[in-house]
């Protein structure tokens, strides 16, 4: 258990407690696994599956070809991101019975349940079981987090592989200056895996960077300047083993990044401007062009789409973070280990704010801050409780009941939008329904596949058949790629719906609604995600509405 552990005398009461949370822990992680497993099948395509499925082939095809055919390296702009998952998903499709879509939302699930476990893990060694418990709790039922690991395949990945990067970062500040071996591993099998997923990885330097001054402005001072240096230079000679692993990591997921020495820099120059051509999307009940988004829109998001119970606990975590950093009773292994774990959760989102970059499709992009937000709202639950018990013990059970009733909240808007966790909006915002006056929700376009699934029920039920020589034609206004694969071979799909038979359209702001019988309706809670019209007969110009300046 690591040295920052709130401390507690070792009771046969308390070693009951330590062993409830593990036990609980273990129970919580196969629940998760199980609805997974159960549900995953439910998740539709959003815009970039079809693309990243394709990209995966090529990379599979460079390695099988001996890097002849190396269409991979300048496909799309993918060849500067990582395709780990998506060689992982290919490979695994090739083994199992499961359609390639429906695999990689399997593979998505594998992969989320990895990022709780590990952040279980990293919450309890720094705390203690009370808070890998709590941790684990707060991540499982962020409804951000969880909708995003089954069918985001660049964000989620990502953020499970910085999670682990944190893991090892945390653990060499526990065992400095003699990281052990698996200490080292970790670390470098960290690195490669997070910045051959997105070149941002490279952010946790700066989490190091800044995280370890405590600790080495400590060694300075007990171990003299000469001393402290050598510590240093052992710990980083120590490292270059783990970090080399990296690179051959990175390398593996990531080819294009080792082909030339400067090409990961080239993807940090790239990322830096906005590369595709502006689109505006609703935010705060206005349309915004993407590049002149506020600053306000990551606080504003987060602050409406977390739960609040795990906003409560991370202001909490952060304020005494800071606050501890000038007492001299807070040892400095655990001033750093704390203050590496805020800047994971807050400086990607201080970065943003002060650089104003293209900021679209909601928080996507910015869930690998969530996992680290879990740990410290875990970590300061268990330090809360702890304190309950030497002051106020009587409170402990009232405090119990306030955390569980602060889950309980999210759960039941995760299950009222399955499977559209991703859209959640806490009750601070007036959850969707308020919401969907003034954000996006399905920006992209789940409910396509629901919309799908059910129309072709309704043909068959109606016994209807398309007219003589050729398919039935469907208009879509949202991702078209997505609802062909949902429609199947039966349906021609386009923009065109003047000669169309139906129309798909999302309920978003850019879609229409039609003056048509509506065939298939899928809401939650009130909100429209998605209408299917039957527009047979039907003089329809355009699926899309025009915005008014």
Known sequence: MSSITTSAIDTPARRSVDKTCDDLAFLALGVVALIAGLTFRDYGLGWDDYTHAEYADLLLRMYGSGFKDTGALSFANLYMYGGGFDMAAALLHKVIPLELFETRRLVGAIVGVIGLAVTWRLARRIGGPVAGLAALLLLALCPTFYGHMFMNPKDAPFAVAMVILIMGLVRLADEYPAPSPRTILIVGFGAGLSIGCRVLGGLALIYAAVGFMPLLIEEFRTQGAREATLRFGHVVYVLMPGLAFGYLVMGL?????IMEPGHPLEAVTYFSHFFEKPWKEMFDGALVSVPDMPWSYLPTLFALQLPEVLLVLLFSAVVVTFASLSRSDVPARRKTIMLMLTLAATLPLVIAMVKRPALYNGIRHFIFVIPPMAVLGGVAFARGMDWLGENRRAWQPAAVAVFAFGLLLPLSEMIRLHPYQYTHFNHIAG????????????????????????LREQLAERQEVPPQNRKWKVAVCGPQRPAQVALGPDFTIGWDSNAAD??????????????????VEIKRDDVVFARVYDIRGRSISSLLAIPAP
């Open 253 to 257: 997921i990531w080819p294009w990044s």
């Open 431 to 454: 959850t969707v329904r308020t919401a969907d006056n003034y954000f996006m929700l399905d920006y992209w376009g789940l409910a396509l596949k629901q919309a799908s699934d059910e």
């Open 502 to 519: 139906f129309a798909m359209t999302l309920g978003e702001f850019y879609c229409k609604g039609l003056t048509a019988p509506v065939m």
